[in-house]
């Protein structure tokens, strides 16, 4: 499974939203309306799962699906 989809079928099930609706366009707070405690418990499931760590202030900067597949790209390396 690619990064792209481990990170949608993640974000999927912490939002409880049909996979096949998010993209990496889909932005947290404007379509999954998701408020900055959300993002938090997102994130922390994202260390988890990806075994990285994003620091909070990283965390403003990821505003879609698109900023965490990239962010944890440049991090795997």
Do not use: C, R, W
């Not at 996979?19 to 947290?28: D, G, H, Q, R, Y």
């Amino acid at each position: 499974m690619e990064l792209q989809d481990k990170v949608i079928k993640l974000v999927s099930e912490a939002t409880k939203m049909d996979a096949a609706n998010i993209s990496l366009n889909t932005s947290f707070v404007d379509d999954l309306n998701l408020d900055s405690l959300d993002m938090v418990e997102l994130m922390m499931k994202m260390e988890d799962e990806f075994g990285v760590e994003i620091p909070e202030d990283e965390t403003e900067n990821l505003k879609s699906i698109g900023d965490v597949v990239t962010y944890l790209k440049s991090k795997s390396h």
